[in-house]
């Protein structure tokens, strides 16, 4: 069975059943992707302890973080173009050798600098992944079944930031830092083994180009803000200057506006990067503004929690996973039972509370300090869970549903690279709230926990602030329009065949009462 890849404005329809062969494919992927993912948390734990054994600050430490989302954020875009261009089983071979080796120079590394450049390999392959297996489900799973499969995969999927943080800690105590890279590699070759036997090619190659300029301009922006957030806090320390801070920022600021300039430009004749015309959608524009601002809210939270909790609470690595576990445990678990409900509700019933249990969770972390007990950090963090979990699954189905058929693609890419960026620009932004402060009361003569418990407070009301806007913003989010036509069209343009919905993203009826999101352009 071979189908073929959604392009702009046209897509083949999905088969009615999947094979024996299908199932493997996505298999494969999935243990990829559990590989992929079970590597980022399981550095969340361990960074405090490479802080240590480093001798590096947290303003420095936080770009083995905002360094691995900085490059996913530059790679997402492209790998659209890839999927299209390179074959499925080439492409996997690329995305999982990439990994393994970013992972075998990070259990080598001998300082910093070395572990730095091996966290940006392994980000190039786990952006590769990540979209490789979204995609493939769409191209090979029926309408029918997605839902279902979903609600397995987020299953899946979630076990691992589940279990990340504690398995980090049991090796830290037993092993060190080190042995957690080398466990990860295991994994990570054992899934490349049985990929390269197992993975066929999905669907037909096009020769789409891809504008090598826009590439360029991506990285300057992005890259050219996140390191001007970050030197902020390493000026603090005596690192770059503020002159050294505004020019990153200017910098940052031109390569975004010229690279927006070039995809309204290039978007003229289907060939931008990222498509800017889905931000014609109100729903979407505020989906991605509301998901930016949560996920800059989680990463950075996921990073402070443990140096609060080893650094503040003295807790070991081991007893900083276990507590984590109870609140990864949750957020997955209530994956499948959200996608259920926002089918039944629509996405308001579920992003209004959410938005205010994760308010709620953020100001009482506020009242952290030196005295506070380890249950009020697992209260903390099973709340934020379970708030973070009625927002993540709406906001990306009501966001990308709303736009136009033919830019799902597009939209997808854009919630991809945007959630990247944000996470790197959170944790850069709370890290260097925290240096800052932290510097301040050092330099008033506190003691170091004191300084470290200064620091997390101040930017835990950084980013209880910031949930405020989620709360307003989550009144603004319609229920996606579906037209009287197929696909999502109007009965004039049904007749065109149009590329299907990624990710979890298909086109959803409104609910009763609930207004539509009417503004969705028909050209």
Do not use: C
């Not at 071979?93 to 300082?111: I, K, N, R």
């Not at 992944?129 to 799973?141: A, G, H, K, R």
């Not at 100001?363 to 927002?391: E, K, M, R, Y």
């Not at 950084?462 to 229920?479: K, T, Y």
Request: glycine share 10%.
């Amino acid at each position: 069975m071979t189908t073929t890849h959604p392009q702009p404005g046209r897509a083949t329809a999905p088969p009615a059943a999947m094979s024996a062969r299908d199932r493997t494919v996505i298999g494969v992927l999935l243990v990829s992707a559990f590989v992929a993912i079970l590597n980022e948390t399981t550095m969340t734990v361990a960074l405090p302890v490479l802080l240590q054994e480093l001798q590096i600050q947290a303003s420095v430490g936080q770009w083995l973080t905002a360094g691995f989302l900085l490059t996913m954020s530059v790679v997402i875009p492209i790998t659209g173009f890839l999927i299209q261009r390179v074959g499925t089983r080439v492409l996997y071979a690329t995305a999982m050798t990439l990994f393994s080796a970013g992972t075998l120079v990070a259990a080598l590394a001998p300082g910093f600098a070395v572990l730095l450049v091996a966290r940006v390999i392994q980000a190039g392959g786990t952006a590769i992944m990540m979209p490789l297996l979204m995609t493939t489900v769409m191209t090979l799973v029926p309408p029918n079944r997605r839902g279902a499969l979903m609600g397995n995969i987020s299953i899946v999927i979630s076990v691992a930031p589940a279990i990340g943080p504690t398995v980090s800690g049991l090796v830290l105590q037993t092993f060190g830092w080190r042995a957690i890279f080398w466990l990860v590699l295991a994994v990570a070759v054992v899934a490349l083994s049985l990929g390269l036997r197992k993975m066929t090619d999905i669907g037909e190659r096009t020769d789409t180009p891809v504008d090598v300029v826009s590439v360029v301009l991506s990285v300057i922006g992005f890259g050219g803000l996140v390191y001007g957030l970050s030197s902020i806090g390493e000026s603090s320390h005596g690192g770059e200057t503020p002159v050294a801070v505004w020019l990153a920022f200017g910098l940052g600021v031109v390569g975004l506006a010229l690279f927006v300039a070039r995809q309204l430009r290039l978007q003229r004749t289907d060939r931008a990067l990222l498509d800017l015309r889905t931000f014609r959608s109100r729903t979407f524009t505020t989906a991605s503004v509301l998901m930016m601002v949560m996920m800059a809210t989680l990463i950075g939270t996921i990073v402070l929690l443990p140096i609060y909790m080893q650094g503040v609470l003295g807790l070991d690595p081991l007893t900083t996973g276990l507590l984590l576990l109870p609140g990864g445990l949750l957020m997955g678990l209530m994956g499948p039972v959200v996608g259920r409900l926002y089918d039944r509700f629509g996405p308001r019933t579920l992003l209004i509370p959410g938005t205010v249990l994760t308010s709620l969770s953020l100001w009482s972390a506020t009242l952290f300090s030196a005295d506070s007990a380890p249950w009020q950090v697992v209260a903390f963090h099973v709340t934020l869970s379970a708030g973070l979990a009625l927002i993540f699954t709406p906001l990306f189905t009501a966001g990308l549903g709303s736009v136009e058929p033919r830019f799902y693609s597009y939209g997808s890419a854009i919630f991809g690279t945007t959630q990247q960026l944000a996470g790197a620009a959170g944790v850069a932004a709370l890290i260097s709230v925290m240096s800052v402060r932290a510097a301040g009361l050092a330099a008033e003569g506190a003691p170091r926990i004191e300084q470290t418990a200064g620091g997390v407070h101040a930017a835990f009301l950084v980013a209880a602030a910031l949930s405020l806007v989620a709360i307003v913003g989550a009144f603004l989010i319609r229920a996606p329009e579906v037209e009287d036509g197929p696909h999502g069209l109007p009965p004039a343009e049904a007749e065109e065949p149009v590329a299907p919905a990624t990710g979890a993203a298909a086109a959803v009826p409104a609910k009763a009462g609930e207004p539509r999101d009417g503004d969705v352009p028909a050209g």
